[in-house]
């Protein structure tokens, strides 16, 4: 099977998975406007590109959260991976340090961070979703600590789960229950099933272990939903500050004025991201306010941007309109949920190495250099509705 791009490796990871877990991987909220216009922002933009340019040497080399990164990206933070492959986050965070970029890991994961950082000596990033009972992230904090994570990534788009039309669609719940319906539907993927599905239903065993919940995954998932932290606020990050030494980000920012607020509380940088179109349909996309953001940021401060990644051209157009980096969300799950380790590197690499063509084509050689110069202006339609290939229902 070729996989000439991360859309095939999407088309690999639907074959492969149960329809429960390639529509919680895949979907958005409601009717995912704000997914399709993730992917539709980014064809809106053009390059100016520079011809006569000597492109035989071009560096992707740059910083992340104030650390060397290959090229701009850290593999983003998503939950319940365990429903993909085995050791799914130990694997994700071994393709991101192969490929020189952090991984970013959640409170949602299905492996526990002690595992993760076993797996791997490379920068990892902890993300935080805050329960009502702030002893529980206070005991996630002090773990990554004693783990040597650099990063703590505050999820603040979250006091709720967005509607996703989805999980009743395919019969997914949280907790998940094997009913009727979802043993038929793994029942014909019988790949899946031997390889993940044998191995008992994935844990959260993250929280758990910070939470002191000895349930299985639907008392884990249910103790989510219900306590999830619905009165966070702004003075809470002198809360964070207390118990993380280390650099915070506030993610899931999605104006330019709540940008404005979180810098004036002195966070270290901020994720631009409506959650891949997963919370609220009708959010705005991340780039369409990125160089309000970028222009309105103090000098130290960092601005990572988030939301349809499927090409090293979007990075660069990232890049250029004042991003330090991009978050990878879905496009790593792809190669993973397709072919584990070797899926997960093979889309890293293609991104890179598109970053790198595309690049060369605009007439940078240095991604320090890209800016929005390399940017033509005015906004052009797609006709084709540039979703990343239209979603099968
Ligand atoms: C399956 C899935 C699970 C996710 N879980 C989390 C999570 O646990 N915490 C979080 O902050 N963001 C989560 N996200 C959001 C991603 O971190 C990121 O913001 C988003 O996926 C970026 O959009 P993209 O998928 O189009 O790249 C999740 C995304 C997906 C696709």
Known sequence: MIHASVADYRDAARRRLPEFA??????????????????????????????????TNVSTRTTLGGRPAAWPAVVGP????????????????????AA????ALSTASTSLMEDVRGATDGDLWLQLYVQRNRAIAEDMMARA????????????????????????????????????????????????TAEVGIRGVPQLVNLAESARLEGGIEEQAAAMNRQMETALQWRDVAWLRRHWPGKIFIKGIQTASDARIAFAHEVDGVVLSNHGGRQLDGAPSAIEILAEVAALAPAHAHVIV?????????????????AEGVLLGRAPLYGLAAAGFEGASDVLSMLRRELEICMSLVGCTDIEALDAGYLARGEWTDSRAPIIRETES
């Not at 704000?34 to 492109?55: L, Q």
């Not at 709720?160 to 907790?175: E, I, N």
């Open 22 to 55: 390639f529509r919680y991987l895949e979907g958005g909220a409601e009717d995912e406007v704000t997914m399709r216009r993730n992917r539709a922002a980014f064809s809106g933009i053009t390059f100016a590109p520079r011809v006569m340019v000597d492109v």
């Open 78 to 97: 998503t939950g319940l991976n365990g429903i993909y492959w085995w050791r799914a986050e130990e694997t994700l965070a071994q393709a991101a340090h």
């Open 100 to 103: 020189g970029l952090p991984f």
């Open 145 to 192: 600590k004693a783990c040597g994570f650099s990063t703590l990534l505050l999820t603040v788009d979250t006091p709720v789960t967005g509607q996703r039309d989805h999980y009743a669609r395919t019969g997914f719940t949280l907790p998940l229950k094997w009913t009727p319906r979802l043993l038929c539907d793994i029942a014909i993927y019988p790949r899946w």
């Open 306 to 322: 988030d939301g349809g990644v499927r090409r090293g051209s979007d990075i660069a157009k990232a890049v250029a309109l004042g």
